[in-house]
């Protein structure tokens, strides 16, 4: 089955403390990317990847970080949260870039004390 | 750069009843692509549609029609005889060619479908 998988999808952390969330695609996707999404500021685009090894900046990259080793894998690193990071994260894919549709993985909801 | 709004925050409406979500959209480039996304209660994020700047076609399906008027910037959303499935937040998006990574979505509309 085609999908965009996420690690956690729940996750309740202290504010210093380094996690990772991990996304993965099966499509062979070129394209990977980060959203946050907030109460009435819809997803906003944090980092994205157009290829192993190629990442960019999207709207809201502080304090986030990404990498991208392999096709099928694009991490997500807080490296020391904070409560501003409390959010939910959506991980998505593509063929080549963001003008394809994009599939999304189901979400990892994050609350930073 | 690129933005996208979408006016309405809330809508909601009786079963049955056809609704209007509007979305109107900011660029510079001339060539670029336009998406319509459901966020049911649930959570997840489901595609409805893909348009690119140059097929200003209206598309129908089923009891989802989308109206693109370049003219305006819009890229409306039509449901019609709403059904309480339709219950969901749904966001426009917007991607350039030129600005090859970047997605901009709309701020979400929610529509709740009352029986």
């Known amino acids: 089955e085609a999908q965009v998988t996420q690690n956690p999808r729940y996750l309740i952390t202290v504010t210093g403390k380094k996690l990772t969330v991990t996304c993965s695609q099966n499509m062979n996707h070129e394209y990977m990317s980060w959203y946050r999404q907030d109460p009435g500021l819809g997803l906003r685009q944090i980092y994205y990847?157009?290829?192993?090894?190629?990442?960019d900046k999207g709207d809201v990259p502080e304090g986030y970080k990404v990498s991208r080793k392999e096709k099928r894998n694009f991490p997500l690193i807080l490296e020391s949260p904070s409560p501003n990071q409390t959010s939910l994260y959506f991980c998505?894919?593509?063929?080549?870039?963001?003008?394809?549709?994009?599939?999304f993985g189901p979400g990892t909801r994050l609350l930073v004390l | 750069a690129q933005k996208v709004t979408q006016a309405q925050t809330e809508i909601s409406v009786v079963e049955k009843e056809d609704v209007t979500l509007d979305c109107v959209y900011e660029t510079r480039d001339t060539t670029y692509y336009l998406f319509w996304y459901k966020q049911p209660p649930s959570g997840e994020l489901v595609f409805l549609i893909r348009r690119n700047s140059f097929d200003e076609q209206n598309e129908i399906s089923g009891r989802y029609s989308w109206n693109f008027q370049k003219s305006t910037s819009s890229f409306n959303f039509t449901i019609t005889a709403s059904q309480v499935v339709d219950s969901a937040v749904y966001f426009c998006?917007?991607?350039?060619?030129?600005?090859?990574?970047?997605?901009?979505f709309g701020d979400g509309t929610t529509l709740t479908v009352k029986p």
């Open positions: 990847s157009m290829n192993v090894e190629v990442t």
């Open positions: 998505a894919s593509s063929r080549t870039e963001a003008k394809e549709t994009q599939y």
């Open positions: 998006a917007l991607s350039e060619a030129e600005g090859a990574g970047k997605s901009t």
